[in-house]
């Protein structure tokens, strides 16, 4: 069996960005968004949709995630 790339899900996501935005017009969160997306009637919108969903519940494992003190920026 051939190994997955590396880099899988940047080539999984064909439009970043898109579901922020399209959250910021309608004045929602993005969760909101992906929820109303995953079950729209247009294939690619629900495709998006259940990707950032799923996108979401990924573990993240190793160091927790803690923004840059601004003397490090």
């Known amino acids: 069996m051939a190994d997955k790339p590396k880099k899988w899900i940047s080539k ?3 439009r970043p960005g898109r579901e922020k935005r399209r959250a910021a017009e309608h004045g929602i969160s993005t ?3 992906m929820e109303r997306d995953s079950h729209s009637s247009n294939p690619s919108l ?3 949709g ?3 969903l799923r996108l979401s519940k990924m573990h993240h494992h190793g160091r927790k995630w803690r923004p ?3 003397a490090a920026r």
Request: a positive charge; zero cysteines.
């Open 12 to 14: 999984a996501i064909k």
């Open 31 to 33: 969760h909101e968004q």
């Open 46 to 48: 629900r495709a998006a």
């Open 50 to 52: 259940n990707l950032g």
């Open 68 to 70: 840059k003190s601004r």
